[in-house]
């Protein structure tokens, strides 16, 4: 399979626990994105990378939110401390430098905080 | 105002008719447009992408784009029960690092 890649497709957890998601983009593609989407909505844009470098964040993205991409390959999302608030689907999503608009997303994680 | 509007439906249409979609955005200067589909549960999947005023047909879906309206819709011909599933428009706004800001999505339900 050669599609964006995330890991796990689920997970459960408790409030105040820490997670920690991980997303393998297309292997040409050294553009990363995430997303957050909650029910009803559209996927909300949370941070972007260009290869290893991490380029903007969004506002949503609290300081319990962590992204990194050390290699410009794989990126891993950590979530601190969650809370119900945090439960979601984070959507991952990639592109190459020259067509960075078009994204393909991953199958996504889903987040449940109990 | 919201930047990327979509009646958020449900649309209900007869197997084999034409389903519209509309979408408007508010940033005049966007440079990119695109039509995700969702299924329930699933991630979205890019179907098309347009650029530049007017229509673009790829088989049974056309997207047409007015810049001065600031308006992009979907058309599906020949609609089928497979086609029912949330609609999700994206924009790619100026100056954004192409990251997509999406509207909430139409969810279309196909009537066999």
């Known amino acids: 399979d050669t599609g964006v890649s995330q890991n796990p497709r689920h997970k459960i957890t408790k409030r105040g626990q820490n997670v920690t998601f991980r997303c393998d983009p297309i292997?040409?593609?050294?553009?990363l994105y995430w997303y957050r989407q909650t029910l009803g909505q559209g996927p909300e844009f949370l941070t972007y990378?260009?290869?290893?470098?991490?380029?903007?964040k969004s506002r949503l993205l609290s300081d319990r939110f962590s992204a990194e991409r050390p290699k410009g390959s794989f990126s891993t999302l950590e979530i601190q401390r969650t809370e119900q608030g945090d439960s979601a689907m984070y959507l991952c999503a990639s592109s190459l430098k020259l067509a960075g608009d078009i994204q393909y997303f991953g199958a996504g994680t889903r987040l449940s905080v109990l | 105002q919201k930047e990327v509007e979509q009646n958020s439906g449900p649309l209900s249409v007869p197997e084999g008719a034409i389903a519209s979609l509309n979408c408007t955005y508010s940033?005049?200067?966007?440079?990119?447009f695109f039509w995700y589909r969702q299924y329930s549960g699933k991630s979205p999947e890019l179907i098309m992408s347009i650029y530049s005023n007017g229509d673009k047909e790829d088989g049974r879906f056309t997207a047409q784009l007015n810049k001065a309206s600031q308006y992009v819709s979907l058309l599906i011909r020949d609609s089928q029960p497979s086609d029912s599933a949330t609609y999700l428009c994206?924009?790619?706004?100026?100056?954004?690092?192409?990251?997509?800001?999406f509207g909430k999505g139409t969810l279309l339900t196909v009537n066999p």
């Open positions: 994206a924009v790619n706004m100026r100056g954004s690092n192409y990251k997509l800001t």
């Open positions: 990378f260009q290869n290893e470098a991490q380029l903007e």
């Open positions: 292997s040409e593609h050294n553009r």
């Open positions: 940033d005049r200067v966007s440079q990119s």
